[in-house]
């Protein structure tokens, strides 16, 4: 069993920026393809970004250049930094892994195997 530990969240004003981190326990971060979501108050849980094993990464448009995927896995980390922040990007946000190996993005949220607990990020205007 993996569990997800997520960390960074918290307020900042519009056009800000924050780092969330996501650590595995239990099993090596080397092991799974990495994907980050989010979900606002009455929306579905939504793709933000993954990362490959191998480090190749995908982004939502809505994100793309603002925000970052990274892994470290001497540090057994994955970080999401987050630029230019929104009023819209306001949201609880998850880290997912996945230990299949996918020939395409894996953007579902049915294509992760393990979740964190969600961390809150909240831009103000």
């Known amino acids: 069993q993996v569990q997800l530990v997520e960390s960074g969240g918290g307020l900042v004003q519009a056009g800000g920026s924050l780092r969330l981190s996501c650590t595995p326990s239990?099993?090596?971060?080397?092991?799974?393809?990495m994907g980050w979501f989010r979900q606002a108050p009455g929306k579905e849980r939504e793709f933000v970004g993954f990362i490959s094993r191998g480090g190749t990464y995908y982004y939502a448009n809505s994100v793309k250049g603002r925000f970052t995927i990274s892994r470290d896995n001497a540090k057994n980390t994955v970080y999401l930094q987050m630029n230019s922040l929104k009023p819209e990007d306001t949201a609880v946000y998850y880290c997912?892994?996945?230990?299949?190996?996918?020939?395409?993005?894996?953007?579902?949220?049915?294509?992760?195997?393990?979740w964190g607990q969600g961390t809150q990020v909240t831009v103000s205007s």
């Open positions: 997912a892994a996945s230990g299949t190996t996918y020939y395409r993005s894996p953007v579902a949220v049915g294509d992760y195997d393990y």
């Open positions: 239990g099993r090596p971060l080397s092991m799974y393809a």
